[in-house]
Structures are given as structure tokens and as C-alpha cells.
């Protein structure tokens, strides 16, 4: 090989690796990504991937005794016609909750996600939720449940009404939400807006259309549960609709004796 001939190669040589480096630098360097992207898409329609749509997906640790399903105070407790709350008389902390149209109380956890809940939805739809029944002691579910034996007969009234003790409401961690408490409820937007976006303030749709032989309790679509947004997401996420199929607890369709009040 000639001098010359030597050069050449080692410049060739020299001018590959010049070019690889550059390449490597257009190919790797972040800031070129970012601008080259949209440049080489700006004929192509919007991709779905352009947008993006956060969906949540099951958390594959998720523990499902983080708490207690038996403690009364417990977020997570599951009140049914076979698991009283222990005791039959418990009575939580409360905070103050107002509403359009009123005031009641709540666990303060509770009362502050649907504080959230019913701000956004005003804020969305220019619509307001109303509460008609948050917190019920002991004492006011005697009341309550008596009146309905006494208007449906007690076969009938232990179908939509717990009994004292047995009830959600005394947990202060469910609520009734709208007027009408009426399944036609759960047709209308609001119904729908409700059913589809609680879980994120951490409330679930607790006695879902058609599973009265897991829940013990018929269609109430105005009748959420807090239980947290960790596990209301993780439901939601799963598809498993009531608290017994998701902690794998017996069904409770009926109360253990008719007269057990
Ligand atoms: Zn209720």
C-alpha cells in the first residue's frame, strides 16, 4: 500500500467512525427523539396513543387482610345479615357533613370524600347530589327498621331495611345518596355518573343490581359504601362487585333467625 493509498483508508476509516458517531447521536440523543417524532408523524391522524387514557389496572400484591373485616372501626369491615357489628350498639367518631338541602354526619374519612365527590360533579355536570341519609345510630335504626315491619310486614321490610346492628348506616361509613331511593335511580345520569365514578372518592355501589343472594339486600343503586379509594379501585379494577365475593366471606341472604332483633 502506497502513502497515499494508506491515507485514504485511514480517512475512510476515520469519516465511518465520524458517521457512526453521528448517527449513533441522532439515533440516541433524547432531544432528537422529541423533535424527529412528530415531524415524521404530521400527515398520520391522531393515534389512540396520543391521548392519554390512564387505566387502572389490578395491583398484583394487592393484601386483601391489610385490615380488619370484623372491627367494627375497621374502613374495611363487612356489616351483612350474618356479621353484625360487635357491638350490636357501636357508635363511631363523626364529623359534621352538610349538603345541598341539609346536614347529617359521617365518619370523617367518609365525609370528606364525598365533600370531593359531590363538588367535582357539581363542577362537571353543573348538577348538585343531595344526601338522604347519612350516619344512623342504634337507636335510630330500631325506628327506622320497626317502621318498615310495621308498613311491609318484617318478610318484606328485611329485604331493603337492616335491622339494628346489622346496619351499614351505623358504621358511618355509608350514605344515601339523592332523593328518589328509588331503583330508577340508577338509570339516570346522575345514578350513572355515580356508579361509574365513586370508586375514585373511594365509594362503592354497595347492594349492585341482582346479587340480593350475596348482599341480602335488593338493588340500591343510591346507597354507597366508603371503604377507601385503595380497595374501591381495586374492585372497580377486578370487576368483583360486592365486599363478600371480593374477601371471599359467606353469602348472606338471610338473617341467621327470623326474630334476631
Ligand atoms: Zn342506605
Known amino acids: 500500500m502506497t502513502p497515499a493509498a ?16 453521528v448517527t449513533s447521536f441522532i439515533v440516541l440523543t433524547p432531544s432528537d427523539r422529541s423533535t424527529a417524532t412528530p415531524r415524521s408523524t ?10 392519554p387514557t390512564p ?20 374502613l374495611w369491615v363487612v356489616v351483612n345479615k350474618l356479621r353484625p357489628l360487635n357491638p350490636v350498639n357501636y ?19 367518609a365525609a370528606a370524600a364525598l365533600q370531593q365527590l359531590f363538588a367535582d ?8 347530589y343531595t344526601v338522604v341519609s347519612p350516619y344512623r345510630s342504634y337507636g335510630t335504626q330500631v325506628s ?14 328485611d329485604r331493603q331495611s337492616a335491622r339494628p346492628g346489622y346496619s351499614e348506616h351505623q ?27 365513586s370508586y375514585k372518592y373511594g365509594f362503592i355501589l354497595r347492594y349492585p343490581d341482582g346479587l340480593e343472594s350475596v348482599t341480602g339486600y335488593e338493588y340500591e343503586p343510591w346507597h354507597f359504601r366508603y371503604v377507601g379509594v385503595a380497595l374501591a379501585t381495586e374492585m372497580h379494577v377486578t370487576g368483583v362487585q360486592t ?3 371480593f374477601f371471599g366471606l359467606p353469602s348472606a341472604p338471610n338473617y341467621a333467625s327470623d326474630d334476631d332483633h
Do not use: C
Not at 62 to 68: A, V
Not at 121 to 128: E, F, I, L
Not at 171 to 197: K, R
Open 91 to 109: 357508635a363511631p367518631a363523626l364529623a359534621n357533613l352538610t349538603f345541598p338541602g341539609g346536614k347529617g354526619q359521617l365518619r370523617p374519612e
Open 55 to 74: 387505566t387502572p389496572t389490578p395491583t398484583p400484591t394487592f393484601d386483601k387482610s391489610q385490615l380488619s373485616h370484623d372491627d367494627a372501626s375497621s
Open 243 to 245: 365486599l363478600e365475593q
Open 42 to 51: 404530521l400527515s398520520l391522524p391522531p393515534t389512540p396513543s396520543a391521548t
Open 144 to 157: 327506622v327498621y320497626n317502621g318498615w315491619v310495621s308498613r311491609l310486614g318484617q318478610a318484606q321490610a
Open 171 to 197: 358504621t358511618g361509613l355509608a350514605v344515601d345518596i339523592d332523593t328518589a331511593v328509588s331503583q330508577s335511580f340508577g338509570a339516570t345520569a346522575a345514578g350513572q355518573w355515580l356508579a361509574a365514578n
Open 121 to 128: 360533579y357539581h363542577a362537571q355536570t353543573g348538577d348538585q
Open 6 to 21: 494508506r491515507t485514504a483508508v485511514i480517512l475512510a476509516a476515520a469519516a465511518a467512525v465520524v458517521a457512526g458517531a
